[in-house]
């Protein structure tokens, strides 16, 4: 049994908090220039003074982002003031204190407000909290797709922050969680943003089943660990098996043509290819995929990483690094899977994306797929356009009588922010490719050019231009 607090007990006050909430000029912004850009950071290493020294002075933000964001006790006068109702405080003393905290997310144009459970050094690490929202649920957010969709479904829904996001570009969303203090978290956040979202409890797929979506995302708990105590990172599934399951079940409720956005890890062992055994959980499902695999973890950091947020100890770290020897594990790979349910032969692919993406890449999600579909006509007939925010940069090597050219590199300034050298014929090429001109055509002029034959221009460059579109720097 959980010793936290119960977020249903909090539904039935939610839009008068809202309210207050919005008469304290609440919002991300205006906590940032309270607060202090840093201030997460101050909070997630428990060091309030500079939080405190910032909210001295009584306003009704201050008072709200004491209650709320840091979680210390104020008077019951202050909280009433604020505006906050007496079924969001407990007595602490002759104080008052808050059984929430609330962390605002802003994502694009969007803002959400989502309450989840005080975090370790309120309370300790209980096996059934909430957390709030993490780097794991920045990435799903950056990764997910925003057209407008009509169902959308966010398994694993905890806190409920990709629900609420998706709420504002679907005309439906469904969130599952196995733990029912998600369930009504998610339910909390819901009213506390004055949006719908049907919120369910129950296992991976089991709660809509026979359903269909438009849009899957998840942050799953994807964690590979030898223990089953904390549901917010342990599936109770062995090692990888989560995401194995995912990548079988989620297609099943997806529409034709839905996608499905779902972070995942997945183990490199001695001996196998771990880019084969992501891509291998493709096999019959009915759905393209595209694996962005972000990084690869050493047992040792993956293990030091995922113990920072919880009470374990060394016994902890040792049981679990003998754990990974025993399975003969060399890395942890982490990444985003995305799915396209097709009609057509699937096509799987794993891209190695180590490198900053921009803020939001979710529109390279369908992208990736429609430029996968536009390869599959006759290449020479296509008519690519070079994407709008490619650059050409120019490196210059000193010499000892000033600078020569060295090269030139092509680099995107948005999606997944590709780079990569280019020659000057690839270069001449490329500015051709307004999207008037087939590749044929091109090429004519680039074999004439450079004094080649028509095939052989086109054995050299096709192969180049098949990976800049595949890549995102040619689009249909
Ligand atoms: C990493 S958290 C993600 C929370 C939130 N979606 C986010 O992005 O921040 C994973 C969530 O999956 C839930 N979960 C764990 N096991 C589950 C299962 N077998 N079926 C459904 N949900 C599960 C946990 O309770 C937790 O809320």
Redesign the pocket.
């Known amino acids: 049994m959980s010793a936290l607090p119960d977020p249903a007990a909090l539904v039935k006050d939610a839009p008068r908090v809202r309210e207050a909430l919005h008469r304290a000029g609440w919002s991300a912004e205006a906590l940032d220039e309270l607060l202090g850009a840093t201030y997460r950071t101050h909070l997630d290493r428990d060091e309030l003074a500079p939080v405190l020294r910032r909210t001295r002075g009584g306003s009704p933000l201050e008072v709200l982002a004491r209650l709320l964001v840091i979680g210390e006790p104020v008077s019951l006068d202050e909280a009433g003031r604020a505006g906050l109702p007496d079924s969001w405080l407990q007595p602490e003393g002759y104080d008052v204190r808050c059984p929430v905290r609330l962390q605002p997310v802003r994502h694009g144009g969007v803002e959400v407000q989502v309450p989840h459970d005080p975090g370790r050094a309120a309370t300790g690490v209980d096996p059934d909290q909430?957390l709030g929202?993490?780097a794991?649920?920045l990435t799903?957010a950056a990764a997910t797709p925003r057209d407008l969709v009509g169902r959308s479904l966010?398994?694993?829904?905890?806190?409920g922050?990709?629900a609420l996001l998706a709420e504002d570009h679907s005309s439906e969303v469904v969130a599952?969680?196995?733990?029912p203090r998600?369930v009504a978290h998610t339910r909390l956040a819901a009213a506390l943003n004055g949006v719908q979202i049907d919120a369910r409890e129950g296992?991976?797929l089991e709660p809509v089943a026979g359903e269909r979506f438009d849009l899957v995302v998840s942050?799953?708990?994807f964690v590979i660990a030898p223990g089953k105590r904390y549901?917010?990172?342990d599936?109770?599934l062995d090692a990888d098996d989560v995401c194995r399951r995912l990548l079988a079940e989620v297609p099943q409720v997806l529409a034709p043509g839905g996608h499905a956005v779902l972070l995942a890890n997945w183990l490199h062992l001695e001996g196998e290819d771990g880019d084969e055994r992501v891509l291998s959980w493709f096999e019959g499902n009915g759905c393209d995929g595209w694996v962005v695999q972000r990084e690869l973890a050493a047992p040792e950091d993956y293990v030091t990483a995922w113990l920072r947020d919880t009470d374990e100890t060394f016994e902890g770290y040792d049981a679990w690094l003998d754990w990974f020897a025993e399975r003969r594990v060399e890395a942890i790979a982490f990444g985003v899977v995305a799915l396209r349910r097709t009609e057509g032969t699937p096509t799987v692919s794993l891209d190695d994306v180590p490198q900053p993406t921009a803020a939001t890449w979710g529109e390279e999600v369908r992208a990736h797929f429609s430029r996968l579909d536009a390869l599959r006509q006759d290449p020479l007939a296509a008519r690519w356009r070079l994407r709008d925010d490619v650059r050409l940069h120019s490196v210059a090597e000193r010499t000892d009588g000033g600078w020569y050219a060295a090269g030139q590199r092509l680099q995107q300034e948005a999606g997944l922010r590709w780079s990569g050298g280019v020659d000057p014929y690839g270069a001449t090429l490329l500015a051709g490719c307004d999207g008037s001109r087939t590749v044929g055509e091109l090429l004519a002029v680039l074999a004439m050019s450079a004094g080649l034959s028509d095939g052989e221009a086109a054995e050299q460059v096709l192969p180049v231009l098949h990976r800049l579109v595949e890549q995102g720097f040619l689009v249909p």
């Open positions: 909430v929202v993490g794991a649920s799903l966010d398994l694993g829904a905890g806190a922050v990709q599952t969680d196995r733990n998600a296992d991976l942050n799953p708990p549901v917010y990172r599936a109770g």
